[in-house]
């Protein structure tokens, strides 16, 4: 299959215009980001230099949030406690196919929004690649965020054959298909952590956002209702004509959305960090790591 990607620009129809949802997780998740935030920063006594990742940025003005919220929070904190404000290293990653461009205009702005004048101390750079593989130099991160990503898997699970009219899962189902995402979301989530773990400063910290779900059942109704509405639209565009029968019982999405007892499992049978802070809010779960 192709690489997925969010629609680029500043269009209508580009994520940029249409990730509201994904502002409000962020604003949902700012005090414990913050609150990561401060205590890295006094667990490694206040380096001159931080160096801080945000996996999975797309695009749009959304990419900055955290960021301008993480940048501030280093500022605020070095003033507060009498030392120089350090460097900051600002990297935002996501796939190759994601628009940088259209970030990288809104770099001024970002720096203008900034509440102390910093624009010679906070530096912005793009890391292009998969966050399922080594992005960065081996101990080189201080802080890494990832928000409304993670669900996303690197690939479409195998054994996915009999699952042809539907683009994921869907009760009644087959075991061995809620078995296949499963297991791919446990593969590709350890190889996150164990990539991270890797890049990531003794002390340092990780804050992770994602799409999960209340119910131990994987195959409960509200698990993939919005997705079964995909299928039936596909469905009736099959019966029109306008898309083929073969592309549909092809196409299954590379998404998965953990309940809280999956997602603890890979992080502690990984064993690289361990949890500081877990909530599940409205089927969102956030994670605050410490390596």
Request: net charge negative; hydrophobic share 35%.
């Amino acid at each position: 299959m192709g690489v997925l990607s969010m629609k680029g620009g500043d269009g209508e129809h580009s994520y940029a215009n249409n990730s509201e949802a994904q502002k409000s997780i962020t604003s949902d998740a700012k005090p414990e980001v913050v609150k990561s935030v401060n205590e890295m920063i006094v667990k490694m006594d206040f380096p001159g230099c931080i160096k801080v990742a945000d996996l999975g940025c797309s695009s749009g003005e959304n990419t900055f949030l955290v960021m301008s919220e993480i940048v501030n929070t280093i500022i605020t904190t070095y003033q507060q406690k009498g030392q120089n404000p350090p460097e900051i290293d600002c990297c935002l990653n996501d796939l190759p196919d994601n628009d940088f461009n259209t970030t990288f205009k809104l770099i001024p702005s970002f720096h203008e929004k900034l509440k102390m004048n910093v624009k010679g101390k906070c530096f912005v750079s793009g890391s292009p690649g998969s966050f399922y593989t080594r992005l960065f130099p081996s101990k080189s991160l201080h802080f890494v965020h990832s928000s409304f990503c993670l669900h996303w898997l690197s690939k479409v699970p195998d054994g996915l054959e009999e699952n042809k009219k539907n683009v994921y899962l869907r009760s009644p189902c087959p075991q061995n298909l809620y078995e296949s995402y499963l297991n791919q979301f446990k593969k590709d989530f350890s190889m996150f952590i164990r990539m991270r773990a890797e890049e990531t400063m003794p002390n340092g910290r990780m804050a992770l956002t994602l799409v999960g779900r209340k119910t131990l059942d994987p195959l409960s109704k509200d698990c993939f209702k919005d997705w079964s509405l995909v299928s039936d639209s596909l469905l009736d565009l099959v019966s029109e004509g306008v898309v083929k029968e073969s592309d549909l019982e092809s196409f299954n999405l590379p998404y998965y959305n953990p309940d809280e007892s999956e997602v603890k499992e890979v992080i502690d049978n990984e064993g690289s960090f361990e949890i500081n802070t877990f909530e599940t809010i409205f089927g969102l779960l956030f994670v605050q790591n410490w390596s």
